[in-house]
């Protein structure tokens, strides 16, 4: 399910929280699937239970997963992606535009960018 890197400079929860992002997004995890405990997650990790929590409670503040008291944690009804190529360009450029709005400079986002593609392990043309 998760694997830990610990040679990675993110902190684990981080990459705790990336994979579950991941896996949500991928499909992996549908809507309204219920996620590990966090002891049940921590025990098959390895890991304190507060890294774990941690991670949660981070995917809760983004809207991706939902906690419910006694129930456990579930992974969010996430909005619909619009169709096409150019629709994740366009939330790109919206968030662009946003951030530019509260002040950020292109040199900050171009060194977002670039900390962004150091940190992830994905594969770039």
Do not use: C, W
Request: glycine content about 6%.
């Amino acid at each position: 399910m998760i694997s830990i890197n610990y040679r990675d400079s993110r902190p684990i929860y981080e990459q705790i929280q990336h994979e579950l992002h991941r896996m949500i997004l991928s499909g992996g995890l549908a809507a309204g699937s219920r996620l590990p405990s966090v002891r049940e997650l921590a025990a098959e990790l390895a890991i304190n239970p507060n890294t774990i929590q941690r991670a949660y409670r981070e995917l809760e503040a983004e809207g991706v997963i939902l906690s419910i008291a006694g129930k456990g944690s579930f992974v969010a009804e996430l909005p619909k992606p619009e169709k096409g190529a150019d629709a994740p360009l366009a939330r790109f450029r919206a968030s662009v535009r946003e951030l530019r709005t509260l002040g950020f400079s292109t040199r900050e986002l171009h060194t977002f960018l670039d900390d962004l593609d150091k940190e992830d392990a994905l594969p770039h043309d």
